[in-house]
């Protein structure tokens, strides 16, 4: 061997040593391996140092019993399951013969059954794991983001089997579907797919469990994280799933064709495939009068164009184009911004991000601090901003509208995308006018169009053209002339409606 090989065959061995350092060479797997054999002290190492586990000794220690004292019912499991065991004349035949006692012979099973709440039985030789769950959770209540005046005010729950059973009490049937899967590396979050079998495409099914089974991560805490994981177009500013507390609407998304995802230890569950005029809906158009929810869609619509359009209007006409003012209005709009020494951008901006930290400082204080902000907010600091001379009295109007009306649209993650999108609009029309703001409206609705839903078209029933679904999306018919589900679901049964008058 040569001088330059030996040199090389030294540095690539020193090389590896460098990379194992003796942190590395200790390290052990954390998580025990599937298949790998079952022991009592396999499973007390695995639990070392957890101050909340619980290890008990019955029948001269013949009898171990292993679970964590917060996620179990210690009553139930000491009253009425124990005894039976440490009284009988045979335990071992009395465990194997009563059906709530299940054998097990994995270790790794054996930790996660003891993780989600069992308690572990260890008897001589035998393992068995029972069922003694004791989930904490608060009661059922109303919804704080999704409020309604007529109709249900149930809410979703942190408890996925609360949550199940708020679904179950409204879709009563056979047909409805449930699959289980798990996310999360280490957290290990149960996530649940909901769909109704002969109505939703289970191309669309495949794909929501496809997608979930596919992210690798360690932890997931709550649907809102999960969904972007699995977004068609993660960089977009606009949500590809339809998230709800209501268990009523939940229900509808289901009857209606589409598949519905719930998670454990979060409140809100999701339905795709959704389109962009399914977040403008809301469930008491449907519990009112159909002329009344026509009009309240309307009303939407009409927030939305204003929530995004008038702070950059005043921008682009204040800057470029004053001839679009009236002559009455131009002398008030004159005579406001005479004392303003910031052009129209810089103040648009200034007041804009005011609203924003007021909102964010009302949404994170306790309730009544929060009001207080929006009363000090509103009146105070914007009258006090008028009178020094920060700010005109019309771009306050425009301001305090463009943020009413942003309230208006029911859901809050489409909301606080058209916030943030008022920015940019704002910046395109102080520098380039009503060219650089129609510019900006029409990259979104180009945006838009390129988007899809678990691979169905976000602008439907737009684009594709589907006239018939106009009678749901943007008008509230009544519900004698609503026979058919959406046809962007492409629902295997697509008649929902019967009536004969």
Same mark, same amino acid.
């Given at each position: 061997?040569?001088?330059?090989?030996?040199?090389?065959?030294?540095? +690539? /061995?020193?090389?590896?040593?460098?990379?194992?350092?003796?942190?590395?060479?200790?390290?052990?797997?954390?998580?025990?391996?599937?298949?790998?054999?079952?022991?009592?002290?396999?499973?007390?190492?695995?639990?070392?140092?957890?101050?909340?586990?619980?290890?008990?000794?019955?029948?001269?220690?013949?009898?171990? #019993?292993?679970?964590? *004292?917060?996620?179990?019912?210690?009553?139930?499991?000491?009253?009425?399951?124990?005894?039976? #065991?440490? @009284?009988?004349?045979?335990?071992?035949?009395?465990?194997?013969?009563?059906?709530?006692?299940?054998?097990?012979?994995?270790?790794?099973?054996?930790?996660?059954?003891?993780?989600?709440?069992?308690?572990? %039985?260890?008897?001589?030789?035998?393992?068995?794991?029972?069922?003694?769950?004791?989930?904490?959770?608060? @009661?059922?209540?109303?919804?704080? $983001?999704?409020?309604?005046?007529?109709?249900?005010?149930?809410?979703?729950?942190?408890?996925?089997? @609360?949550?199940?059973? =708020?679904?179950?009490?409204?879709?009563? *049937?056979?047909?409805?579907?449930?699959?289980?899967?798990?996310?999360?590396?280490?957290?290990?979050?149960?996530?649940?797919?909901?769909?109704?079998?002969?109505?939703?495409?289970?191309?669309?099914?495949?794909?929501?469990?496809?997608?979930?089974?596919?992210?690798?991560?360690?932890? %997931?805490?709550?649907?809102?994280?999960?969904?972007?994981?699995?977004?068609?177009?993660?960089?977009?500013?606009?949500?590809?799933?339809?998230?709800?507390?209501?268990?009523?609407?939940?229900?509808?998304?289901?009857?209606?064709?589409?598949?519905?995802?719930?998670?454990?230890?979060?409140?809100?569950?999701?339905?795709?495939?959704?389109?962009?005029?399914?977040?403008?809906?809301?469930?008491?158009?449907?519990?009112?009068?159909?002329?009344?929810?026509?009009?309240?869609?309307? =009303?939407?619509? &009409?927030?939305?164009?204003? @929530?995004?359009?008038?702070?950059?209007?005043? /921008?682009?006409?204040?800057?470029?184009?004053?001839?679009?003012?009236?002559?009455?209005?131009?002398?008030?709009?004159?005579?406001?911004?005479?004392? /303003?020494?910031?052009?129209?951008?810089?103040?648009?901006?200034?007041?804009?991000?005011?609203?924003?930290? =007021?909102?964010?400082?009302?949404?994170?204080?306790? $309730?009544?601090?929060?009001?207080?902000?929006?009363?000090?907010?509103?009146?105070?600091?914007?009258? &006090?901003? #008028?009178?020094?001379?920060?700010?005109?009295?019309? =771009?306050?109007?425009?301001?305090?509208?463009?943020?009413?009306?942003?309230?208006?649209?029911?859901?809050?993650?489409? *909301?606080? *995308?058209?916030?943030?999108?008022?920015?940019?609009?704002?910046?395109?029309?102080?520098?380039?006018?009503?060219?650089?703001?129609?510019?900006?409206?029409?990259?979104?609705?180009?945006?838009?169009?390129?988007?899809?839903?678990?691979?169905?078209?976000?602008?439907?029933?737009?684009?594709?053209?589907?006239?018939?679904?106009?009678?749901?999306?943007?008008?509230?018919?009544?519900?004698?002339? +609503?026979?058919?589900?959406?046809?962007?679901?492409?629902?295997?049964?697509?008649?929902?409606?019967?009536?004969?008058?």
């Amino acid at each position: 061997m040569g001088i330059k090989q030996r040199l090389k065959s030294i540095f +690539l /061995v020193n090389h590896e040593h460098a990379d194992k350092g003796p942190a590395q060479e200790n390290q052990q797997d954390p998580h025990p391996q599937e298949g790998a054999t079952l022991t009592l002290q396999h499973i007390i190492d695995q639990f070392d140092h957890a101050a909340d586990f619980v290890h008990k000794s019955y029948i001269n220690e013949r009898l171990q #019993v292993l679970y964590f *004292s917060h996620l179990v019912n210690e009553d139930r499991l000491e009253r009425d399951l124990l005894p039976p #065991v440490l @009284t009988a004349e045979e335990p071992l035949a009395l465990l194997t013969e009563q059906s709530q006692f299940k054998p097990i012979v994995d270790t790794k099973k054996c930790v996660e059954g003891i993780l989600s709440g069992m308690a572990a %039985i260890f008897y001589e030789e035998n393992a068995f794991m029972i069922d003694v769950i004791f989930p904490v959770s608060r @009661t059922v209540a109303e919804s704080e $983001t999704e409020s309604i005046i007529i109709g249900p005010h149930e809410a979703f729950t942190e408890q996925a089997y @609360t949550n199940l059973s =708020l679904i179950r009490k409204r879709v009563q *049937s056979s047909h409805l579907k449930v699959i289980k899967l798990s996310v999360g590396e280490v957290t290990k979050s149960d996530v649940y797919v909901l769909y109704i079998k002969d109505i939703t495409n289970e191309k669309y099914v495949n794909e929501v469990i496809k997608r979930i089974k596919d992210i690798e991560i360690d932890a %997931i805490h709550d649907t809102n994280m999960l969904i972007q994981c699995i977004d068609d177009a993660p960089y977009s500013i606009f949500a590809q799933f339809l998230t709800t507390e209501r268990p009523d609407t939940i229900a509808s998304k289901l009857v209606s064709g589409r598949v519905v995802g719930i998670m454990d230890g979060s409140p809100t569950a999701f339905s795709a495939p959704v389109n962009f005029f399914e977040f403008f809906s809301s469930s008491d158009d449907y519990y009112q009068r159909w002329s009344i929810g026509t009009a309240t869609l309307f =009303l939407r619509f &009409a927030a939305l164009i204003i @929530t995004v359009t008038l702070t950059a209007l005043y /921008v682009s006409v204040t800057s470029f184009h004053y001839e679009m003012i009236p002559q009455n209005l131009l002398l008030t709009l004159t005579e406001s911004r005479s004392r /303003v020494p910031f052009p129209p951008i810089f103040e648009a901006l200034l007041m804009e991000t005011t609203i924003e930290l =007021l909102r964010e400082a009302g949404a994170r204080l306790p $309730t009544k601090i929060g009001q207080t902000i929006g009363i000090v907010g509103g009146i105070v600091i914007g009258q &006090a901003a #008028v009178q020094a001379g920060l700010t005109s009295n019309i =771009l306050i109007i425009a301001v305090a509208s463009s943020a009413i009306a942003s309230f208006v649209i029911p859901n809050y993650v489409m *909301s606080a *995308s058209f916030r943030l999108l008022r920015f940019g609009l704002i910046i395109m029309a102080g520098f380039w006018g009503n060219l650089g703001l129609a510019f900006g409206l029409a990259y979104i609705v180009v945006h838009l169009s390129g988007l899809t839903s678990i691979g169905s078209s976000y602008l439907s029933p737009i684009a594709p053209f589907e006239p018939y679904d106009w009678k749901d999306v943007f008008m509230r018919f009544p519900f004698s002339t +609503l026979a058919k589900r959406p046809t962007q679901v492409r629902a295997r049964n697509k008649v929902k409606l019967k009536m004969k008058r």
